[in-house]
Structure formats: structure tokens, C-alpha cells
């Protein structure tokens, strides 16, 4: 259901994996199947899974929840009730707050303007829209099954069915990538003046048919270098047109428009994924029989069932949902949770999150509350890259509040594997 009024309870977000797309695209290694006819199986198994999740919060009543993400894979392959049918259950069982962020990936080829129209009658209120190039040639490359012709009817259509919170997602420093083809895609971007851009490096990912490629010689990936200065130019010629960068990939023309969702994941706030190979993050394991599934002494009486929760003091929970649809609704059939695995982070993992996550965004890492080595280490690190790495003359650098330039980001990787060698 919706609420209104005040709630002193930390929200939730809700992340619901969409395992469907008509072709594979080689570059990624997100959990996906081409096999439609199993789409009304999944609806119903993953309408089942968000009903256990409500017994995840531990609390008695119904769990609060600020964002909703239907994430893939493709979501907007699923037929207009379909989506209707796993929202309807989500409100059904959370209490989503009246101005929750409702986020729907889309990609062009899939939909047209009456599906705009009427998912948007369902109460989504953002799209992310995955066109990732204009360019054909690039298109081509990556085996994207929409022309770039699709790319601007899905822009229209969604202006036409009521939304102004759009994104749209980019990809770039592909092998062979000239910087002029960049910055056609990138002119072309502004000029629609979208509230929001992500704009991603190709990344080679083992298990991929990019990365076999790859590997058996059939193309060079973009050299370091190269990134870097592409990195560096997106993020220059998106700011001066009035972007904010706030997050590594991320660029919103206002704060209203940054994706709250993906924000509340950086800020390491709660979140419940459904759906195969989807993730979860739990601060904390709840007191009681629950807790025994986590090997927490409490009283005994838990079954096999037992769900763990969202309050406590055991520590958070990351856990992963099985990545076999089949053995996902083979689990949901019998009334079994579908996690393949979890663990319970400790302090070490902790800190190193809080680290890693802090240093993507332009809010940064607080180290005050940071274990006295770590933070004597964060200083000494901000004191060699003072103004080139990490931001200076500042009230947070004061406050120990380290944020990275745009160079320190360029080198994001090897100042997270500094840390991390020191902590561990």
C-alpha cells in the first residue's frame, strides 16, 4: 500500500530483477535468458518471493519502502499487466511512501508509445532507457537489436506518456573508439538536455563473449591511458554543460534528478532484491529463532523457512539469490527462500565498503569514525594528492571528509587497493 504522514523508520529499497532479454548482449554478464515462455512463471515466482520478503523486516508490520527498481535483463518485455500484477504486490505488501522513486530500465526496440503511456499509468515515474550508443557502427559492435532512430521515437514517447525524470545510459572507450565518435554521442546527448546521463566504460567480463574474444586475440580492449582521457573528457564536457558528476558513471542536471535508488546502495542503506541472481543487503540479523539460520545463539524453534531480517545486532547481511531461473522457482514452489548463498559482513568488511562506495560519489568518505590506522592512512594518502587526487581548501577536507577529483578518480581502483592492503 501507499502511506502518507511521517515514519521514524529507515527505508527500504526494493530491487526487482528482470532475467528476459531477445538477444544477448556480449559485453554483459548480468543473470539473463532468452526463453519468453517462462516469463509467466517468473511472474508469479517473483509476486511470491516479494510476499516472503515482507516477513524479512523482522518487525511486525509492514516494512517502509522510498524506491523500487525493475532492473534486467529487459523489463520491458514483460506485457503491461505483468508489471502491473509484481507492482501490485509490492504495494500490497510494503508500505511505499507517496513520492517513492519507481524506476523501470527500458530498452529501445522494446516498447512504443501506448507501453510508455501505460506503464506510467502504473505509477512509474523514472526510466532508464538503454540506448548506450547513436552511433550504428557501435551499435553493431555491441549487438544492440535497436537503431538510433528507436532511440529517439522511445525519448519521445516517454515525453508524451508524462515522464521528465529520464535517464539515459552511454557506453564508450569501446576497442577502437575514436574520440571524435565519442563526442558526436556526446553532443547528441545535449542536445536532447536529459535530467540525467550514465555514461560507462566497456569493461571485459570473464565468462563473457567479449572477454573470449578478447582473450583469443579477435580485438585489443582500449588502453589505460586512453580511459582515462575519455574519462576525463565525458566528465569535463557533461559538468560545463551543467551536469553534476556525483557518482563515477553518474550525471544529474539537479539534485531532484540523481537516481535515489542507486544512491541508496552507495550509502550502504537496506535493500531487498527478487528475482534470479538478485542481491540483497540487510544491516542486521533480528533477535529470536530467526536468527539461528545466521548462527546467532537465540532460542531454538526456527524451521527451515525462517527468513532472516532487517533489525539486530548480528551484523549485515549480503545474500544472493540462486542464478538458475529453474532452481529459483523450483525453490519459490515449495515456499523456500531462493538465496543460494549469504554472509555476515564483519567489521573489516565493513569499513572496506564504506570506503569503497564513500569514494565513488561526490559525498565521499567520513573517516572520523574510521579505525585509527585506517584514518592515519586516508589523511597521509589526501596529503600526497592534495588538490590533484582528493578535493582541498575545503570544510570537509577540514572535517576529514575525503572526496576524490576528477583525477582521483581516474585512479580510483588503486587507492581502494591501497586501503584495502592496509586493512587486511
Not at 565518435?181 to 546527448?189: G, I, N
Not at 530467526?290 to 551484523?315: H, K, S, Y
Not at 531461473?325 to 531462493?338: E, F, S, Y
Amino acid at each position: 500500500m501507499k502511506i502518507s504522514g511521517s515514519n521514524s523508520v529507515k527505508p527500504l529499497s526494493l530491487y526487482i530483477h528482470v532475467p528476459f532479454c531477445k538477444k544477448k548482449c556480449p559485453y554483459c554478464d548480468f543473470f539473463s535468458v532468452i526463453d519468453p515462455f517462462l516469463i509467466p512463471a517468473y511472474v508469479d515466482g517473483v509476486c511470491k518471493e516479494i510476499q516472503l520478503g515482507a516477513g524479512m523486516t523482522g518487525s511486525g508490520c509492514q516494512a517502509l519502502v522510498h524506491t523500487v527498481y525493475l532492473g534486467g535483463g529487459t523489463p520491458s518485455l514483460l506485457s503491461v499487466s505483468q508489471t502491473a500484477k509484481i507492482l501490485e504486490t509490492v504495494y500490497q505488501v510494503f508500505a511505499v511512501t507517496p513520492d517513492a522513486e519507481i524506476t523501470m530500465e527500458v530498452n529501445p526496440g522494446t516498447v512504443d508509445a501506448a507501453y510508455l503511456s501505460a506503464i506510467r499509468q502504473l505509477g512509474i515515474n523514472r526510466l532508464s532507457i538503454g540506448a548506450q550508443s547513436f552511433d550504428s557502427a557501435k551499435l553493431s559492435f555491441l549487438s544492440r537489436i535497436h537503431t538510433r532512430d528507436q532511440v529517439f521515437e522511445t525519448l519521445s514517447g516517454a515525453v508524451r506518456a508524462g515522464f521528465s525524470n529520464l535517464g539515459l545510459d552511454l557506453m564508450y572507450a569501446l576497442p577502437q573508439e575514436t574520440s571524435d565518435a565519442w563526442q558526436t554521442d556526446l553532443d547528441t546527448a545535449l542536445a536532447l538536455q536529459l535530467p540525467h546521463l550514465s555514461c560507462y566504460m566497456l569493461t571485459l567480463e570473464p565468462g563473457t563473449p567479449f572477454y573470449g574474444q578478447y582473450k583469443n586475440g579477435y580485438f585489443s580492449p582500449c588502453d589505460p591511458d586512453r580511459r582515462s582521457d575519455f574519462f576525463v573528457h565525458t566528465s569535463r564536457v557533461l559538468e560545463n554543460d551543467g551536469y553534476c558528476h556525483y557518482e563515477v558513471s553518474s550525471f544529474a542536471k539537479s539534485r531532484q534528478y540523481r537516481s535515489n535508488h542507486n544512491t541508496h546502495y552507495w550509502e550502504r542503506g537496506a535493500y531487498m532484491g527478487f528475482g534470479p541472481s538478485a542481491h540483497s543487503f540487510l544491516p542486521g540479523v533480528p533477535p529470536g529463532p530467526v536468527g539461528q539460520r545466521f548462527g546467532v545463539r537465540t532460542a531454538p524453534g526456527a524451521g527451515a523457512e525462517a527468513l532472516p531480517g532487517i533489525a539486530g545486532d548480528a551484523g549485515p547481511v549480503r545474500a544472493w539469490n540462486m542464478g538458475d531461473i529453474r532452481a529459483w522457482l523450483d525453490r519459490l514452489a515449495v515456499g523456500g527462500l531462493p538465496w543460494e548463498g549469504h554472509e555476515i559482513l564483519s567489521p573489516v568488511q565493513e569499513m572496506m565498503e564504506r570506503i569503497m562506495l564513500g569514494l565513488r560519489t561526490d559525498i565521499g568518505v567520513d573517516v572520523n569514525g574510521l579505525h585509527r590506522e585506517i584514518r592515519a592512512l586516508m589523511d597521509r594518502l589526501a596529503g600526497q594528492g592534495l588538490g590533484v587526487f582528493f578535493h582541498h581548501n575545503s570544510a570537509d577536507f577540514r572535517a576529514h571528509r575525503f572526496r576524490l577529483t576528477r583525477s582521483g578518480l581516474t585512479c580510483l581502483d588503486s587507492i581502494v587497493d591501497a586501503i584495502v592492503r592496509k586493512i587486511m
